[in-house]
């Protein structure tokens, strides 16, 4: 998907990403870890750019790298799965059943 860079919602803007952190308490909502948001914190979107989520402060969650990491992989697999499953073609009828 080709994003314009007028209506790129993957960027955060740095004021938003430091509100998610401050609201967060600078703390993973996965696995706890407390950063400083020196380059160790994300601000993570709950419902994923590409799906069209906005970069606000409501869809939005402090993660650590990996887990950042973990849930964009994630996500990249399960749209993948999904792809698969829309191409695939309906089983053949047995023939009996013709």
């Avoid at 994630?74 to 993948?80: H, Q, S, T």
Wanted: glycine share 8%; net charge positive; proline share 5%.
């Amino acid at each position: 998907m080709a994003w314009s860079r007028k209506s790129n919602t993957r960027h955060v803007p740095y004021s938003v990403q430091r509100a998610v952190f401050r609201r967060d308490d600078y703390t993973c909502v996965r696995c706890d870890h407390r950063g400083e948001g020196r380059g160790d914190l994300h601000a993570g979107h709950v419902i994923a750019a590409a799906d069209g989520g906005p970069a606000t402060l409501g869809n939005l969650v402090t993660l650590c790298v990996p887990c950042h990491a973990e849930e964009t992989i994630a996500d990249i697999r399960a749209a993948a799965q999904a792809r698969a499953a829309r191409r695939r073609l309906p089983e053949p009828r047995h023939h009996a059943y013709r």
